[in-house]
């Protein structure tokens, strides 16, 4: 099975010039925990997620209607292709640590896959449940 056949295809992006605030409430009308951040041609130049926002912005008190995303987003993000097998995906995200990739075909960003859709879909559960835990085992529970 394909990343294809998995990835969600509708992605909701911003600009790196564009207000934290901007990505919260994107992230809460469409109940995302990341973003993608593209240019104007759609090329990928970063990420920015739920953590970003708290850890880079709110916990050093920037104001998040005027700090830029750029100033708050992760770089050198890790991709793969709409057409790479969907247990190298898992494999990417168990060693890389990230909970969703996106997914990039000839240059342009087409989707992204995340945990969820490789456990949604069944595709391929060892695979996910065993990077979900390798993810997950910084958490400590109290």
């Not at 998040?64 to 494999?91: F, K, L, P, W, Y």
């Not at 995340?114 to 949604?120: I, T, V, W």
Request: proline share 3%; charged share 25%.
């Amino acid at each position: 099975m394909k990343v294809w056949d998995i990835m969600t295809d509708s992605i909701v992006s911003i600009g790196q010039q564009e207000p934290v605030s901007a990505a919260a409430r994107l992230m809460k009308r469409h109940n995302l925990g990341a973003l993608p951040v593209c240019d104007d041609g759609g090329r990928l130049l970063g990420i920015v997620t739920d953590r970003d926002i708290v850890t880079r912005c709110v916990a050093v008190d920037l104001p998040a209607g005027s700090t830029q995303i750029r100033e708050v987003m992760s770089r050198g993000v890790n991709t793969c292709a709409a057409g790479d097998d969907i247990d190298a995906a898992a494999q990417t995200m168990r060693q890389q640590q990230v909970r969703r990739l996106p997914v990039m075909d000839g240059g342009r960003l087409v989707g992204m896959v995340s945990l969820c859709d490789l456990a949604r879909r069944d595709a391929c559960s060892m695979e996910a449940a065993e990077a979900l835990g390798d993810i997950s085992a910084n958490i400590r529970r109290w």
